[in-house]
C-alpha cells in the first residue's frame, strides 16, 4: 500500500486566497483526521471523519476553515480566505475501524503550508 | 477528556547513551498509549503502543516503554541511542471506548550526537 498520500507537499499563496489541501487515505480506512503542527501550538487535531462523516470538528478553528469527505478514498481541507496564521503544517491521517482494534493511525507525510 | 504532558521539550544525549523520555498522562477512564516518532519534514510514525496486558511494551528501534497506572505515566526508553533517533517524539493517549480522538502531547525533540 502507498500509505497516505497528501497533496501538494508545499504550498505558498497570499493572504485572502483559497487553499485547498488533498488527502487520500489508506484503502479500506475507515476513520480519517485532519491535524495542525506548530511551533506554538504542537500537533491539533481539527476533525476527523468516520466512513466519511465528520465526527468531530471542535478543533477547525473559525469559519474559514471546512472540511469535506465526499467519498471513502478522498478528502479535502479548504482554507477561504488564508491568512499568515495559517502557515503550519497540516498532516492527514487514517485508522482502521475501532471497537476493540489497534487504532493505529498512520499518518501523511503532510503539507507546508505558508500564506504570506 | 485527556490531557497528555511531555515535561522535556528537548533532551541531549550522546550516541550509545541511554535515554529516557518521559511522558505523563490525564484521564478519568480507561487509556490506550502510544508513542510516535517524527523524523524532519516527515508525517508520524508509530513507535510502540500499550493497550492491555504486560506494562513494558517493546517497539520498534530498540524502543520500550512501561505503562504505570499510579503514575499515569507512559515513559519512553532506549538503552543505547544512535545518531538516526535524533527526532521529533509524541506521546498520545485515547480512552478505551468507541471514539477514536487522539490527543498528543506536545513532543521531545531528542538530539543525539557524537
Known amino acids: 500500500d502507498a500509505g497516505v498520500i497528501q497533496s501538494p507537499r508545499h504550498e505558498v499563496t497570499e493572504m485572502g486566497q483559497e487553499v485547498t489541501l488533498r488527502c487520500k487515505p489508506i484503502?479500506?480506512?475507515?476513520?480519517l483526521f485532519w491535524y495542525r503542527q506548530t511551533m506554538m501550538r504542537g500537533l491539533e487535531l481539527l476533525i476527523y471523519?468516520?466512513?466519511?462523516?465528520?465526527?468531530?470538528d471542535s478543533g477547525m478553528p473559525e469559519d474559514r476553515f471546512s472540511a469535506k469527505m465526499p467519498n471513502a478514498s478522498f478528502s479535502t481541507l479548504k482554507i477561504q480566505p488564508s491568512e499568515p496564521r495559517d502557515s503550519a503544517v497540516y498532516f492527514c491521517?487514517?485508522?482502521?475501524?475501532?471497537?476493540?482494534?489497534?487504532?493505529?493511525?498512520?499518518f501523511g507525510p503532510g503539507t507546508r503550508l505558508t500564506v504570506l | 477528556a485527556q490531557s497528555v504532558t511531555q515535561l522535556d521539550s528537548q533532551v541531549p544525549v550522546f550516541e550509545e547513551a541511554p535515554v529516557e523520555l518521559r511522558c505523563n498522562y490525564s484521564?478519568?477512564?480507561?487509556?490506550?498509549l502510544f508513542w510516535y516518532v517524527q523524523y524532519p519534514n516527515q508525517g508520524l510514525q508509530l513507535l510502540l503502543k500499550?493497550?492491555?496486558?504486560?506494562?513494558l511494551v517493546k517497539g520498534i528501534n530498540g524502543f520500550e516503554a512501561e505503562f504505570n497506572k499510579s503514575q499515569t505515566s507512559f515513559h519512553l526508553r532506549k538503552p543505547s541511542v544512535h545518531i538516526s533517533d535524533t527526532a521529533e517524539y509524541f506521546c498520545?493517549?485515547?480512552?478505551?471506548?468507541?471514539?477514536?480522538?487522539?490527543?498528543f502531547g506536545t513532543g521531545t525533540r531528542l538530539q543525539v550526537t557524537l
Open positions: 491521517a487514517s485508522s482502521p475501524i475501532s471497537g476493540g482494534a489497534t487504532n493505529e493511525q498512520f
Open positions: 484503502s479500506g480506512h475507515d476513520y
Open positions: 471523519f468516520n466512513n466519511n462523516v465528520p465526527i468531530d
Open positions: 484521564s478519568s477512564v480507561s487509556v490506550y
Open positions: 500499550y493497550l492491555s496486558g504486560s506494562t
Open positions: 498520545a493517549v485515547r480512552d478505551t471506548g468507541t471514539a477514536s480522538k487522539l490527543t
